[in-house]
């Protein structure tokens, strides 16, 4: 059983899949047997490694071994009685059937599917897994896909399974077939492997999610909002690496707006997700490709450490919520004044601060229960900002 999951998300090219490797490649330096797991479409560790990588699991290096995930496979694997099901039912209901097999299809299902490899790899003897997640800011609602579809009750699903032959004489009152015990099974089995890939990535000793950002303002907001995210299904960020940083050797006046604007986004990424701990990794002077591009990239980015060691455990936000009142936490540990000003734009907190380094605005994401609520007030005490919001009336 993997004794540390890594899992790399962040927006596309923001360079998930060259620091997953990098950061594999190092692991496998020091000793241990590790993974690199892609759930990328594109050919993208085969070109990191500058070697072929396929869906079957190959050693790269010694100790490092790659596989890319095949998606449609994982789908096919686990899910396509229960789709079939599913278009059967539809189609029953006039519904054209390449239309029905659409709409039988679970959200970005694929992405979901391919994590399910997570759960295959508990018997493996590797003691690290790298996952590179899709090349998608919204990677991690699929992560969490698993603790809503595995809250199905399981045995009541058990329980329908003796009654399918049953079930069929059902049909013509249902007016649309019922589920046959392939489908069942099919549900049963998915049902308990989600439920066993959650307890995967809930554990915070073993599972850690890195969000990976480049300097500019998009990116940035969103690795605040995985880290919302994150933060409310209580799966553990033990790091924020921002990538593609223009070095300082670069002194052309063409980009010194750049540069200062980066290091304004660096600093304010270091502000908002305070106390979690920010790596920078500079922008190098050719694509990341090779073993020695990997391994530059490992030197920079980890030195002497070991990536498998867990960063930081914990939050930098805290949420909590009671039927009509929703409280969140930040901490805020540059100002001890009640010198703050609290701003609502649409899905986004604005926190100004006045403190003793300057003013510092702090973005905070909100979740989805706020929406339905009003800002009522915002309070410093104890190196904490507690922000509560109401239901409106
Ligand atoms: N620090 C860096 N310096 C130079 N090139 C980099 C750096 N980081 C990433 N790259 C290059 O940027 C490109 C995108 O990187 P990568 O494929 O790792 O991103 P990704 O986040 O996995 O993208 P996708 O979302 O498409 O999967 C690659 O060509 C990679 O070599
Ligand atoms: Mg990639």
């Known amino acids: 059983m993997p004794s540390r999951i890594l899992i790399y998300t962040g927006k596309g090219g923001t360079g998930k899949s060259v620091i997953s490797c990098a950061t594999g490649l190092r692991c496998s330096e020091l000793g241990y047997k590790t993974m690199v797991l892609s759930a990328d479409p594109a050919h993208s560790l085969s070109d990191a490694f500058s070697t072929n990588v396929g869906s079957e699991p190959v050693e790269v290096s010694k100790n490092l071994w790659a596989m890319q995930i095949d998606s449609i496979a994982e789908v096919k694997k686990s899910y396509a009685a ?84 049953a079930m069929k004489l059902l049909e013509p009152i249902f007016g649309a077939p019922t589920p046959d015990k392939e489908a069942i ?45 994150t933060n409310l299904y209580g799966v553990n960020v033990d790091l924020a690496i921002i990538n593609k940083v223009l070095p300082s050797v670069v002194k052309d006046g063409y980009f010194k707006e750049w540069i200062s604007s980066q290091e304004e986004i660096e600093r304010k990424l270091e502000r908002n997700v305070y106390p979690l701990p920010v790596k920078r990794l500079r922008l190098f002077e050719r694509e990341l490709k090779g073993m020695d591009m990997l391994k530059k990239c490992a030197d920079e980015l980890f030195g002497e450490e070991d990536p498998a060691s867990i960063y930081y455990k914990g939050s930098p936000f805290e949420i909590s919520s009671s039927k ?38 702090n973005v905070i994401p909100l979740p989805a229960m706020a929406y339905l609520m009003s800002l009522k007030r915002a309070k410093l005490s104890g190196g904490r900002l507690n922000v509560e919001f109401e239901r409106e009336r």
């Open 82 to 165: 229960i789709q079939e099901y599913f278009a059967k039912v539809l189609s029953a209901k006039g519904i054209d059937e390449v239309l029905a097999y659409e709409l039988a299809s679970l959200p970005a299902m694929t992405n979901t599917f391919a994590l399910l490899k997570l759960e295959e790899l508990e018997g493996s003897d590797y003691d690290v897994v790298i996952l590179d997640t899709v090349p998608s800011g919204e990677a991690l609602r699929y992560i969490f896909l698993p603790k809503i579809v595995g809250r199905v009750g399981r045995k009541l699903l058990g329980m329908l399974s003796p009654l399918a032959g």
């Open 324 to 361: 009509d009142r929703l409280v969140i936490r930040i901490r805020a540990p540059f100002t001890s004044k009640e010198d703050l000003d609290v701003e609502r734009f649409g899905d986004e907190l604005i926190v100004r601060m006045k403190t003793e380094m300057g003013e510092v605005v």
């Open 185 to 229: 099974r099919g549900q049963v089995s998915l049902v308990g492997r989600l439920e066993r890939l959650w307890g995967i990535l809930s554990d915070v000793d073993r599972s850690s999610v890195r969000l990976i950002a480049n300097p500019d303002t998009f990116s940035f907001e969103n690795l605040m909002r995985t880290l919302l995210i």
